[in-house]
């Protein structure tokens, strides 16, 4: 998870002025992102998994990537009827003291990876809050 065991900025170990915050870790120390799930069913069963890192240690840009898979389990082959892959980068936000502790801004794309006439895909732009602390109403 979150680097918990770094209480200052004094205690960073390297030279660098940059402050550690809570949401750091290496670059390229891979993370979970969206969902990880098999879910059996039929004829199809679903298979997602995801993963994001960050691309440099002191820059908040990262690389995240998801998979799901259509998967006909019981056919006699095990053939997946349908793939769609959603590769997305972005760059994160933090302690921006509001009711949120984290704003994302990127890119993703979400295709079939095939072409011409089978071809399925979008591209758009996104923002995704999220909030760490409890609110009591």
Same mark, same amino acid.
């Given at each position: 998870?979150?680097?918990?065991?770094?209480?200052?900025?004094?205690?960073?170990?390297?030279?660098?002025?940059?402050? &550690?915050?809570? !949401?750091? !870790?290496?670059? %390229?120390?891979?993370?979970?992102?969206?969902?990880?799930?098999?879910?059996?069913?039929?004829?199809? @069963?679903?298979?997602?998994? $995801? /993963?994001? /890192?960050?691309?440099?240690? !002191?820059?908040? &840009?990262?690389?995240?990537?998801?998979?799901?898979?259509?998967?006909?389990?019981?056919?006699?082959? $095990?053939? /997946? @009827?349908?793939?769609?892959?959603?590769?997305?980068?972005? !760059?994160?936000?933090?302690?921006?003291?509001? &009711?949120?502790?984290?704003? *994302?801004?990127? /890119?993703?794309?979400?295709?079939?990876?095939? *072409? #011409? @006439?089978? #071809? +399925?895909?979008?591209? %758009?732009? %996104?923002?995704?809050?999220?909030? @760490?602390? +409890? %609110? *009591?109403?």
């Amino acid at each position: 998870g979150i680097n918990e065991s770094v209480n200052s900025p004094l205690e960073n170990s390297t030279n660098s002025t940059k402050p &550690i915050s809570k !949401y750091d !870790y290496d670059a %390229f120390s891979i993370r979970g992102y969206r969902p990880n799930y098999i879910v059996l069913g039929e004829p199809d @069963t679903k298979v997602q998994f $995801s /993963f994001k /890192f960050k691309l440099f240690k !002191y820059e908040k &840009i990262f690389f995240g990537y998801t998979q799901s898979m259509f998967w006909d389990l019981f056919e006699e082959s $095990s053939p /997946f @009827t349908d793939i769609n892959f959603n590769p997305d980068l972005f !760059y994160r936000f933090e302690d921006l003291n509001f &009711i949120f502790s984290t704003l *994302d801004f990127g /890119f993703s794309h979400i295709s079939n990876g095939k *072409d #011409s @006439t089978e #071809s +399925r895909s979008t591209d %758009f732009l %996104f923002l995704r809050f999220m909030n @760490t602390e +409890r %609110f *009591d109403v």
